[in-house]
């Protein structure tokens, strides 16, 4: 291994080096966070068609929202159908809810499955009840649920042009920063 000195007279190998450990850090440090969350003790309440509000074993209390998917916004054409539908999801007994990171805005996400092991994920998108969330990576299943959701006008896809949330969100921060 080279002496420190002369990584410093090389500063495009010490960047790269440093580039390396600082990825290293955040990769290890966001598994370990993910692997710590304490598991849900019960749903407490549901907010929106892809978001939860739940309590743990150890009783905190935070917002969750469904890995993969986005569902109208409270407000928002379709928002009531949609959250009620989750409802109806989330109610049976024996639902399963694994966490799995959090988005680029810092939401825990999670995956749910009811006891016979249906992602309830996927059944809000099969069944016409959200759009695949446009900054999820791996999007080719659920492009094929929703696609398909959307030919069988499922849901949502019943409606003459349905708004997606994040379309409907940018309008509504318009409004509000116009005053109108």
Request: charge should be neutral; avoid cysteine.
């Amino acid at each position: 291994m080279r002496p420190l000195g002369t990584l410093v007279k090389h500063p495009v190998a010490f960047i790269l080096i440093v580039l390396v450990l600082i990825f290293i850090l955040l990769v290890s440090s966001k598994a370990a966070q993910a692997a710590t969350m304490p598991p849900v003790q019960s749903i407490l309440e549901v907010v929106d068609g892809n978001t939860l509000k739940v309590t743990t074993v150890e009783h905190d209390t935070f917002l969750v929202k469904l890995k993969g998917i986005d569902a109208p916004e409270p407000g928002q054409e379709f928002s009531n159908e949609s959250k009620e539908y989750l409802q109806n999801l989330v109610n049976r007994k024996g639902v399963n809810i694994e966490y799995s990171g959090k988005d680029r805005w810092g939401n825990r996400l999670v995956n749910v499955t009811t006891k016979k092991g249906e992602s309830v994920n996927n059944l809000m998108l099969s069944e016409g009840y959200a759009w695949v969330d446009r900054f999820f990576l791996n999007q080719a299943d659920l492009m094929t649920k929703q696609d398909e959701a959307k030919t069988k006008k499922y849901g949502l896809w019943n409606q003459e042009d349905p708004m997606e949330p994040w379309v409907y969100d940018r309008i509504q921060i318009r409004l509000n920063s116009t005053g109108r």
